[in-house]
Nanobody
Framework: QVQLVESGGGLVQPGGSLRLSCAAS????????MGWYRQAPGKQRELVAT???????NYADSVKGRFTISSYNANHTVYLQMNTLKPEDTAAYYC????????WGQGTQVTVSS
């Protein structure tokens, strides 16, 4: 069993930055990959970025060069640094842990608007 708690969402102007955090607890030794997904109203949930235990990262084309995923292993916390935010980035952002089972956080809202 793994519990994921996201934080850091909010309202930001276009061109601004936000940093999301995802804290994992429970059977964290079962986690192989953690990632961020997002879902906007009327759109499908999509991959944003992932990071594996070996540090390998993967990004959606839409966020490459703007977003950075990282982790602090001592606390098993994953971060998503979001820079140069655009209105199209507005969505509910969900943390996902992949291992023996897949686990999802409850989501944190990011709104990019002037």
């Amino acid at each position: 069993q793994v519990q994921l708690v996201e934080s850091g969402g909010g309202l930001v102007q276009p061109g601004g930055s936000l940093r999301l955090s995802c804290a994992a607890s429970g059977s964290i030794f079962t986690i192989n990959v953690m990632g961020w997904y997002r879902q906007a109203p009327g759109k499908q949930r999509e991959l944003v970025a992932t990071i594996a235990r070996n540090g390998r990262t993967n990004y959606a084309d839409s966020v490459k060069g703007r977003f950075t995923i990282s982790s602090y292993n001592a606390n098993h916390t994953v971060y998503l640094q979001m820079n140069t935010l655009k209105p199209e980035d507005t969505a509910a952002y969900y943390c996902k842990a992949e291992g023996s089972y897949n686990y999802w956080g409850q989501g944190t809202q990011v709104t990019v608007s002037s």
